[in-house]
């Protein structure tokens, strides 16, 4: 009797063991169906004539502001979720996402990088050794530690241009571009911070990827927007750096500082939302 009392509690110890399997099964595929099958909405066509005006600002996203952390965490994957520049990194990497070298000034989308490339914007913080090649007996460069420090990643600067649709009636804004920046020190004992720009990407491209990448909502884990509909619907905070100018669009910290550069910044912006409102008579 004993026996066959013992069996009975192992079956069901089993029993109870496999359905609670299966559904963790079932929850973790409904958590992550409905952000796999997500697509990008269209944008309306803008016709050129009804463009009245235009202007083309450049501005710096800094992810260590509360609310611009979303881009910044997690560090690495977790959950299906991975933070901006890792999900920019893997489509690098697939040759899913064309990266473009962020060292030119005149255009941003004109000369392609490949993933080693990219790589090699951290080249102080990937080690080399020189090894001996058996084959042929000379000396080549041998990477020791190829991990990408994607803790130092802490801004971004996106290429945005705004627009009046006289066909709307509207102010419109569209992004075009997005650059990871490394914020990091040359040198441990220095307390100075160095930033570097490392590669710009065409935003209409990457947008099929960012709307299957979910952004946690700390309000309702159900209802988690997509990092395009954080673009879209303009989630972030973020300041101007540099508008186009006559002068090879140069930035404001090329002939401003301090309280001057912020106040020039938050001119240019003043400036495109007044454009809008100096149409209107009340």
């Known amino acids: 009797m004993k026996k066959l009392f013992l069996i009975f509690v192992l079956v069901l110890i089993g029993a109870t063991s496999e359905n609670l399997l299966k559904a963790q099964v079932n929850y973790n595929a409904y958590v992550k169906k409905t952000t796999v099958d997500r697509k990008p909405a269209p944008l309306p066509m803008v016709r050129e004539s009804d463009v009245i005006w235009s ?120 992004i075009l571009g997005l650059c990871p920046i490394r914020v990091f020190k040359k040198d441990p004992k220095d307390s100075t911070f160095v930033r570097k720009r490392l590669f710009w990407v065409f935003y209409p491209e990457i947008r099929p990827i960012l709307a299957k990448k979910e952004v946690l909502n700390d309000f309702n884990s159900a209802r988690s927007l997509s990092f395009d509909d954080v673009f879209l619907t303009r989630r972030f905070d973020g300041y101007i750096v540099k508008e186009e100018n006559v002068y090879n669009n140069r930035s404001i910290e090329e002939y401003a500082t301090g309280e001057y550069a912020f106040k020039e910044s938050e001119r240019i912006k003043n400036s495109i939302f007044d454009y809008e409102q100096d149409l209107w008579e009340y």
């Open 55 to 174: 202007k083309t600002v450049w501005r710096i996203i800094d992810f260590r502001e509360k609310a611009n952390q979303h881009f910044y965490y997690p560090t690495s994957e977790m959950q299906g979720r991975n933070n901006l520049f890792n999900i920019l990194l893997k489509g690098i990497e697939d040759k899913r996402i064309t990266a473009f070298d962020a060292q030119l000034t005149d255009n941003e989308f004109t000369e392609p990088i490949n993933f080693n490339q990219v790589k090699q914007q951290f080249g102080d913080s990937i080690r080399r050794i020189k090894v001996t090649d058996l084959n042929t007996g000379n000396d080549k460069d041998s990477v020791v530690s190829s991990e990408i420090p994607v803790k130092e990643v802490k801004q971004l600067e996106v290429k945005e241009v705004w627009y009046f649709d006289k066909q709307k009636s509207t102010l419109q804004v569209r």
